[in-house]
């Protein structure tokens, strides 16, 4: 036999769709430990293993309690479920560390009473630097709503070839 019907054959086998003929073939060409190719050797200690254990008779009933026991597993679904304790305990973090949040601005705030006091003496001049930065900001809000408008465009075009693909 030469290397491609082993290879044919081996396939074969190994997705169990091998004839008789097949696998009693490569049964007589992997018989000789002493003449097979040194390619083959692995491949010939594998099927001769795989062959061996189908030989093999299962235990009677076997497949019936693998099923029984499968399905017991199955449903029994291990979920994860937080006790009602959990809850309470976590809300009252929650609430004491909001308390000590506030507390601890409040104190800042009270200390930085400066960060209040106007940063510009002569209105005009902070008229002037709030209308830039009101400028400034809108403009970069347009540039965002723009990405956005694009990117639902595209978020449309992918949704509409999903649909036709689905239908």
């Known amino acids: 036999m030469n290397d491609k019907t082993i290879k044919q054959y081996l396939a074969a086998f190994y997705d169990g769709t091998a004839t008789e003929q097949e696998e009693q073939a490569l049964a007589d060409f992997f018989a000789d430990k002493v003449n ?27 497949s019936k309690r693998l099923e029984k026991s499968l399905d017991t597993h199955i449903s029994k679904g291990k979920t994860f479920r937080i006790k009602p304790i959990a809850y309470k305990i976590t809300g009252i973090a929650a609430a004491v560390l909001l308390c000590i949040g506030i507390a601890l601005n409040q104190a800042s ?29 809108s403009s970069n809000l347009n540039k965002g709503i723009d990405q956005m408008e694009d990117a639902q465009k595209e978020m449309q075009q992918v949704s509409n070839i999903l649909n036709n693909q689905l239908k």
């Open 36 to 62: 097979v190719p040194s390619l083959w050797k692995e491949e010939r200690e594998v099927f001769l293993l795989i062959r061996k254990s189908a030989q093999t008779p299962l235990p009677e009933g076997l």
């Open 109 to 137: 705030f009270n200390n930085d009473r400066n960060m209040t006091a106007d940063t510009y003496q002569d209105p005009h001049e902070a008229a002037k630097v709030a209308g830039e930065a009101l400028a400034f900001l």
